[in-house]
């Protein structure tokens, strides 16, 4: 049973940084896909940057060149440094795993941690 543990998120003004991070256990964390996905109060959750296996990534339009994303499989953990935030960064953000990247694209899951929450406001 895979377990995520989310943790980082917090209240910044508009142009600041925070960094995520999401533990995993319960699976083996170096042969899954990782993805950090946001719901923002109203709207779907909607997938933010994906990490592949050999730590290919692949972000959202709206994120990319602001947000990095990047893995520790000896500390079972995946990063989302997040830079030159903006107010419509708001929201929960979750991580998921799984070996298929069609899943992590998706966000075909049954289980998710409990998040973190960002607030990004002056």
């Known amino acids: 049973q895979v377990q995520l543990v989310e943790s980082g998120g917090g209240l910044v003004q508009p142009g600041g940084s925070l960094r995520l991070s999401c533990v995993a256990s319960g699976i083996i964390f170096s042969i899954n896909h990782m993805g950090w996905y946001r719901q923002a109060p109203g709207k779907q959750r909607e997938l933010v940057a994906a990490?592949?296996?050999?730590?290919?990534?692949n972000y959202g339009d709206s994120v990319k060149g602001r947000f990095t994303i990047s893995r520790d499989n000896a500390k079972n953990t995946v990063y989302l440094q997040m830079n030159s935030l903006k107010p419509e960064d708001t929201g929960a953000y979750y991580c998921n795993a799984d070996r298929s990247l069609l899943t992590v694209v998706g966000g075909l899951y049954d289980y998710w941690g409990q998040g973190t929450q960002v607030t990004v406001s002056s």
């Open positions: 990490i592949t296996t050999d730590s290919t990534t």
